[in-house]
């Protein structure tokens, strides 16, 4: 199916509820042909508002450690492992809150389409629910950040890093951009 198609069809998902309170359905944005495809977690309260992931503060952090890695992002395909925003209300503020597996199974078809329709040489897994989502759930990034394998049973290579939103929040926050910026820089080089 083309990536067209798969969005007009991802619009009106119910295979979960997530769809009940959020916005609109995010949906991957890119080249229909990237050689590089990057999986984040979920859209945020900016991407839920915009329909358009990766627009927020992650987002920025995720554009800048791009461009230092040398890579260029319009010509990356950038989309999350859940397609809806979860979150709770604290006043007026929207509180992301982590997709459960379920719902990460429940919007992994989407996922899988995406990368058959991309056909990506090199897939960047943003953190634990984007890789456990396609490398199984006991994949640790911890343990296999910045290593290149393949996603199961394909020839796809693939590299797990962490979220930008963890570069965020972390103590040592420049420590923590240079670690990623590394992985980004990592994922490049497999391509050359
Ligand atoms: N975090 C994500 O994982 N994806 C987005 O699109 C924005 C923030």
Not at 86 to 105: D, L
Not at 108 to 113: I, V
Not at 121 to 135: K, M, P, Y
Request: hydrophobic share 40%.
């Amino acid at each position: 199916m083309s990536l067209a198609s798969l969005r007009r069809a991802a619009s009106t998902c119910r295979q979960c509820d997530l769809y009940k309170n959020a916005t609109q359905t995010v949906f991957g944005e890119g080249p229909a042909h990237a050689r590089m495809m990057m999986v984040g977690e979920q859209p945020g309260d900016q991407e839920d508002k915009a329909g358009e992931p990766f627009v927020g503060p992650a987002g920025r952090l995720l554009t800048a450690a791009i461009a230092d890695a040398g890579l260029d992002r319009s010509t990356v395909y950038l989309t999350n492992a859940v397609k809806h925003f979860k979150f709770t209300e604290r006043g007026k503020r929207r509180i992301h809150q982590k997709p459960s597996r379920t719902e990460a199974v429940a919007c992994h078809p989407w996922l899988l389409e995406e990368l058959a329709a991309v056909k990506p040489e090199l897939v960047v897994c943003l953190g634990a629910v984007a890789a456990q989502s396609l490398l199984g759930p006991s994949f640790l990034v911890t343990r296999h950040r910045g290593e290149i394998s393949t996603l199961p049973e394909s020839t796809t290579r693939v590299l797990a890093t962490v979220h930008p939103s963890a570069v965020l929040r972390a103590e040592d926050r420049d420590a923590a951009y240079r670690d990623f910026v590394n992985d980004l820089t990592a994922a490049r080089t497999a391509l050359e």
